[in-house]
């Protein structure tokens, strides 16, 4: 029987806002993938982004501000097999929590991060994240925001995130292949979602986006897979990577950066120190035996 990865509590953001189609791609993609309930997890740290796990049909955790990646670590350390899906806003994993996310980078331990990118802290009335442009003023500011703004695709690539990619929530169909394509990759990866917020974000609206976003993969020549360690064009597809993602203004590029599928995992990496640690993690065997497995 297909499992319902939707369950019956009420979703309480506001209308319009781009939080719905993560949610609605989220539960595509595993739908798509035919997932396991029991095999994925779903973290969040504190924000709108921060009520996804209460809507999923799976185990979920709504964790301390900025504290989704290093609980979401724990999760996959003590079970390399299972997905883990952590859900922040660009206020949560880039502001409190950047080291965070610059350490789940170095570590590549495998967590799906998908960033609800929509330039404020909508949970706390609308103030400037890191991810709003210097001298912006959206209606929720008395001033212009004099602080200046992190690009995550460039942070991630520079951190280690061995896949990279970006979608818009008004695109669900791209959305959903791009978190199922991550689901599947064995390293970190994180998906920057373009979000709109049009209770307190009056700039980047859905119209906004709309005019400006493109999709990488309609140029066919667009490869950003790494499949070998000898594929020649490696250093090449990271830098051109790299360059794609300082685009933004009139075009804003989505679709998957990158791919690096060469880079060994931090589980398997510690592997190498702890003799059979992915065979039989004694973490992972006392919660199957509590579960009675
Ligand atoms: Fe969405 Fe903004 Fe409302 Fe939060 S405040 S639910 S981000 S529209």
Not at 2 to 10: A, E, L, R
Not at 93 to 99: E, P, Q, S, V, W
Not at 169 to 197: R, W
Not at 242 to 255: A, F, H
């Amino acid at each position: 029987m297909v499992h319902n990865f939707k369950n019956d509590i009420t979703v309480d953001w506001c209308p319009g806002c781009g939080d719905f189609g993560i949610l609605t791609s989220v539960i595509q993609a595993l739908t798509e993938l035919d997932m396991d309930p029991k095999s994925v997890v779903s973290v969040s740290g504190i924000g709108c982004s921060g009520k996804t796990p209460h809507y999923l049909n799976i185990a979920g955790v709504h964790t301390l501000h900025g504290r989704a990646i290093p609980y979401a670590t724990g999760v996959k350390l003590a079970n390399p097999d299972l997905k883990v899906l952590v859900m922040g806003g660009d206020g949560d994993l880039l502001g409190i929590g950047a080291g965070h996310f610059v350490a789940e980078g170095r570590r590549n331990t495998g967590l799906t991060v998908i960033l609800f990118d929509n330039a404020v802290y909508g949970l706390t009335k609308g103030q400037a994240a890191p991810t709003m442009e210097m001298g912006e003023k959206t209606k929720s500011l008395t001033r212009a925001n004099i602080f200046g703004k992190i690009n995550p695709l460039t942070l991630a690539l520079s951190a280690g995130y061995s896949f990279v990619a970006r979608g818009f929530s008004f695109d669900m169909k791209q959305l959903k292949e791009i978190i199922k394509t991550a689901i599947n990759h064995e390293g970190s990866a994180l998906i920057d979602v373009l979000q709109p917020c049009p209770t307190y974000n009056n700039i980047n609206t859905m119209e906004w986006y709309r005019k400006r976003v493109y999709k990488l993969e309609d140029d066919k020549s667009w490869d950003p897979v790494i499949a070998s360690p000898d594929d020649p064009e490696a250093q090449a597809k990271f830098e051109r990577a790299y360059r794609k993602s300082l685009e933004w203004g009139d075009r804003i590029p989505t679709g998957i950066f990158y791919d690096n599928r060469t880079i060994p995992p931090f589980t398997k990496r510690l592997n190498e120190f702890v003799p059979n640690y992915l065979e039989v993690p004694p973490a992972k065997q006392r919660i199957l035996d509590a579960e009675g497995y």
